[in-house]
């Protein structure tokens, strides 16, 4: 399979990799202005996606939808939630809202019979491309609020400004902002040859691509480097930097890579990994083509499921 080549526009529309290529403005400026932001939030055409315990709304039916609503939707909620902005698409402004102060929300505010709140994980690979893309934003600055009511710095109330892009802290009036954490994730290959992982727990003979958060003061590629020789055992040398892609479980930057393996001899880290193996293009293949096999690769909302396709393609060398 080949890959469409990137546009020169701050929204990829790259059609293989889910939770990339939200159609909304995000509104950077206008998000500064408190009147602005009011207004839409009056705004009868304004659309309110709940999350509940991060469970975006979702639509019933053969064709899976985001569920939009209006403002009084949530309006007899207490505590009252605050919604926070996503964007806009047209004239429309969209916003996230976390109304988990419901108890048995489908219930509570009778939409069981066309709605109800699902995991996002199980519910993505359904959705369109676009409104997984938005789900991804509202589900990592839902998650981000709900966590950040306190100042890292003083212990002091925060309160959410600019429409909830950030916080400033009511005593000390620090500013945080919504964190996103980069994952160096890679293929490592050694000609025909690829270096998958697996963690204790997935399911029976699934491996992955190895990957593990950049650390304070690494760059990309020594991340890299460095989870690839720990996990595995394996040297790496040369880093081909891919695509990227958000990955809110909660808040990840996964970035993507294929990298040159110097060394083949595998010695796992047990806390790590319970088992890495060198796999052929051949099993791979077949795996990425749904064959029962002695390989399972993750499904294809996953940028590991890309890279390998990417790959076998001869998209990425
Ligand atoms: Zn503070």
Redesign the pocket.
């Known amino acids: 399979m080949t890959q469409q080549p990137d546009t020169k526009s701050d929204r990829p529309r790259d059609p293989s990799l889910t939770f990339v290529g939200s159609p909304l403005d995000r509104e950077a400026t206008r998000r500064r202005d408190r009147d602005w932001l009011e207004a839409r939030l009056a705004d009868t055409s304004s659309r309110f996606l709940p999350l509940w315990k991060l469970q975006p709304l979702v639509k019933h039916g053969a064709s899976r939808a985001l569920a939009w609503a209006r403002r009084d939707f949530f309006a007899d909620l207490e505590p009252a939630p605050e919604p926070v902005l996503l964007g806009s698409l047209g004239d429309v402004a969209h916003f996230a809202v976390d109304v988990s102060a419901a108890a048995r929300p489908e219930e509570s505010f009778g939409i069981a019979d066309v709605a109800r709140f699902e995991d996002l994980r199980g519910v993505v690979p359904l959705l369109p491309q676009d409104e997984a893309a938005i789900s991804a934003q509202a589900r990592a600055l839902v998650d981000w609020h709900a966590r950040h009511g306190f100042?890292a710095?003083?212990?002091?109330g925060t309160r959410a400004v600019c429409g909830g892009a950030h916080r400033v802290?009511t005593?000390?009036q620090?500013e945080h902002f919504p964190r996103t954490d980069p994952v160096a994730i890679a293929i490592v290959v050694q000609g025909p040859r690829c270096l998958l992982g697996r963690q204790r727990g997935w399911p029976a003979s699934m491996y992955s691509a190895l990957a593990g958060f950049v650390e304070a003061g690494e760059s990309l590629e020594e991340a890299l480097r460095r989870e690839v020789k720990e996990e595995a055992g394996v040297e790496v040398g040369d880093v081909r930097y891919w695509r990227s892609q958000p990955w809110p479980f909660p808040s990840s930057l996964m970035l993507g890579c294929i990298a040159d393996a110097l060394s083949e001899a595998i010695r796992i880290d047990p806390a790590e990994l319970e088992d890495a193996r060198w796999f052929t293009r051949e099993e791979i293949a077949a795996a990425l083509a749904g064959a029962a096999g002695p390989l399972m690769v993750p499904p294809p909302f996953s940028i590991a499921h890309q890279l390998l396709r990417a790959w076998i393609g001869g998209a990425i060398t």
Do not use: M, V
């Open positions: 100042c710095a003083c212990g002091g802290c005593e000390c620090a």
